[in-house]
């Protein structure tokens, strides 16, 4: 079973020989080393069943889950079959500001709204669409996605990877709090150490993903149209996945 964060906050203590300086959050140094593990890679563990969602009628974008880590594909799922092609945010303002439509294709691009206030999170990335949708269309689009890490925040929080990551997961925590606590260790060369390692090479050759470039084919995204016109299936990475 997977270690839940009092566990995990635990050997970070350890790490640290019991001495982490009382302005350190082991929670948070936790969540970053989850983080960390969970971008160095493009784990297979992390894709998901593709999702559908809806169109509002007016509304510039759609919603995606709360845990998106990044989108792997994007067709429309309704009957009438049109492609969709991943733009950037600024080829999609260019797009809107010209004010014209086509029926062949919708442009999409992921958005971050602004933050409400300084003392709320950040608001989770959206879709961002053109053109408009014109009406309410139930099960629109079809999202093929990848998780990420999902943030441990009571005690008994589990986290969200394999059990054969939970030592990397481990080694990377320690390697964090390391280099928080120990004036002489680099943190930066801690993690490019363990990345070298042979461990983390044999985890990603068995989570490597089954379609390198977030290219799907021939699965649940692709539709009769898509056989006969080639689409453009972009990854659209999280600023994360950078």
Same mark, same amino acid.
């Given at each position: 079973?997977?270690?839940?964060?009092?566990?995990?906050?635990?050997?970070?203590?350890?790490?640290?020989?019991?001495?982490?300086?009382?302005?350190?959050?082991? #929670?948070?140094?936790?969540?970053? +080393?989850? !983080?960390?593990?969970?971008?160095? %890679?493009?784990? =297979?563990?992390? /894709?998901? &069943?593709?999702?559908?969602?809806?169109?509002?009628?007016?509304?510039?974008?759609?919603?995606?889950?709360?845990?998106?880590?990044?989108?792997?594909?994007?067709?429309?799922?309704?009957?009438?079959?049109?492609?969709?092609?991943?733009?950037?945010?600024? #080829?999609?303002?260019?797009?809107? +500001?010209? !004010?014209?439509?086509?029926?062949? %294709?919708?442009? =999409?691009?992921? /958005?971050? &709204?602004?933050?409400?206030?300084?003392?709320?999170?950040?608001?989770?990335?959206?879709?961002?669409?053109?053109?408009?949708?014109?009406?309410?269309?139930?099960?629109?689009?079809?999202?093929?996605?990848?998780?990420?890490?999902?943030?441990?925040?009571?005690?008994?929080?589990?986290?969200?990877?394999?059990?054969?990551?939970?030592?990397?997961?481990?080694?990377?925590?320690?390697?964090?709090?390391?280099?928080?606590?120990?004036?002489?260790?680099?943190?930066?060369?801690?993690?490019?150490?363990?990345?070298?390692?042979?461990?983390?090479?044999?985890?990603?050759?068995?989570?490597?993903?089954?379609?390198?470039?977030?290219?799907?084919?021939?699965?649940?995204?692709?539709?009769?149209?898509?056989?006969?016109?080639?689409?453009?299936?972009?990854?659209?990475?999280?600023?994360?996945?950078?």
């Amino acid at each position: 079973m997977a270690r839940n964060l009092n566990s995990l906050m635990d050997l970070a203590r350890h790490a640290a020989g019991q001495r982490i300086d009382a302005r350190l959050d082991t #929670r948070e140094l936790v969540n970053e +080393a989850g !983080e960390y593990v969970a971008i160095m %890679h493009g784990w =297979a563990f992390y /894709e998901r &069943p593709a999702v559908l969602i809806d169109f509002v009628g007016g509304q510039k974008y759609v919603d995606l889950p709360a845990d998106l880590g990044s989108i792997d594909g994007v067709e429309v799922a309704s009957a009438v079959q049109i492609a969709v092609d991943r733009v950037s945010i600024e #080829r999609l303002n260019e797009l809107r +500001a010209d !004010e014209l439509t086509t029926a062949e %294709h919708y442009f =999409a691009a992921l /958005e971050w &709204p602004d933050q409400a206030s300084a003392s709320e999170s950040p608001p989770p990335p959206r879709l961002a669409l053109w053109p408009t949708p014109p009406a309410n269309t139930a099960q629109a689009l079809r999202v093929a996605w990848r998780a990420k890490w999902r943030t441990l925040v009571e005690g008994m929080d589990r986290h969200n990877l394999p059990g054969d990551c939970e030592t990397l997961l481990i080694e990377v925590l320690r390697a964090i709090v390391h280099g928080r606590t120990r004036e002489k260790t680099n943190v930066s060369d801690e993690l490019d150490r363990i990345e070298q390692s042979m461990h983390v090479r044999r985890l990603k050759e068995r989570y490597t993903r089954a379609q390198p470039g977030g290219q799907v084919r021939g699965g649940v995204l692709e539709s009769t149209r898509s056989r006969r016109v080639q689409r453009r299936f972009s990854v659209i990475r999280m600023a994360s996945d950078a």
